[in-house]
């Protein structure tokens, strides 16, 4: 049955390899005096933030439901994905973007374009290294699904964030190790600075993705298809049940809420039909760990 994946490896894999490029990218500043390169590693330094900002909205989620709100606060992640999407769009894409514009009207010299092949390819490894882990824990639910798809099935939003980014840096990276190259070959900086700007384009794209994404999980979504398709089979194997009429989830964060409307067997009493209910209901959170809330309403018609 679908699962869930470990997002805060993912997350702490993200935050150790952008964490690193921010030392690489900052010694490589300081040594050379670039101010392009420290505009980059503080680049890194709010990227490490955004893997904070997502560890935040974990903790948040897990806080317990009260009176304000009875189904928990799991939602709160949503929340903060969707600002690390904000933020991965501003920061990073429209920043880049900026950057590139501003290197043709104004074209300088690259420094130390040897010292900047070399902080590309640490950052490419390490981005890398982040993205397999990234992709480690997406396997584990994806299934026979295209990355694609489950990009758009998924509802483990701060995998999509991470996922997402960790794509976008690596691709910006080697865009970026190619602009550098054709730069440092031809003396030409327009090549370093169409990278930035094709970088810039990047993001943002991969941003407003992630953005739509979580926007449907904030407005309220239910579980991914492939879940939905098992608890109504597992609902339609249970003696207890004639026919599943109708199945609403709602996902909230990793809880899941549902309400089934199902024709029941017949039974001589209320009370036998109620211990039925029960019986359906305690299977049905052992088989599906991540069911927090469930409403069964038997009926003969939807």
């Known amino acids: ?30 040594y050379t005096g670039s101010g392009a390169m420290l505009a ?16 935040l909205g974990l903790r948040g989620a897990k806080r317990p439901p009260n009176d304000q709100h009875p189904l928990g606060y799991g939602k709160t992640i949503y929340f903060w994905s969707f600002i690390v999407a904000l933020i991965l769009f501003s920061m990073g894409g429209i920043f880049s973007v900026y950057e590139g514009i501003h290197k043709l009207k104004n074209p300088e010299p690259l420094v130390a374009p040897l010292l900047a092949i070399g902080v590309l390819i640490f950052s490419i490894i390490a981005e890398g290294i982040s993205l397999w882990g990234c992709l480690r824990e997406v396997n584990k639910v994806r299934g026979d699904r295209s990355l694609f798809k489950w990009f758009r099935e998924s509802r483990q939003s701060e995998l999509l964030v991470v996922f997402g980014e960790d794509l976008a840096a690596l691709l910006g990276l080697a865009f970026a190790l190619l602009a550098v190259g054709l730069a440092m070959l031809t003396g030409n900086p327009f090549y370093d600075a169409l990278g930035s700007i094709v970088i810039g384009l990047l993001l943002i794209i991969i941003a407003f993705m992630i953005g739509l994404q979580v926007k449907r999980l904030l407005i309220g979504q239910g579980v991914d298809p492939v879940t939905r398709k098992e608890i109504i089979c597992f609902l339609e194997e249970q003696n207890e049940i004639k026919n599943v009429l109708n199945l ?34 305690k299977r049905l959170k052992a088989s599906f760990p991540q069911i927090v809330w469930s409403f069964f309403e038997p009926d003969l018609h939807d």
Do not use: P
Request: aromatic fraction near 4%; proline fraction near 0%; include cysteine.
């Open 248 to 281: 609403i989830t709602l996902q909230l964060g990793n809880d899941v809420m549902v309400a089934i409307k199902a024709e029941m067997q017949d039974y001589q009493n209320q009370r036998e039909m109620i211990e039925a209910i029960n019986r359906c209901e």
């Open 1 to 30: 049955m679908a699962g869930q994946a470990n997002s805060l490896t993912s997350i702490l894999f993200a935050l150790g390899a952008n964490f690193a490029i921010f030392v690489a990218k900052l010694a490589a500043a300081l």
């Open 40 to 55: 980059e590693a503080i680049h890194s330094l709010a990227d490490s933030g955004n893997q904070v900002l997502l560890i």
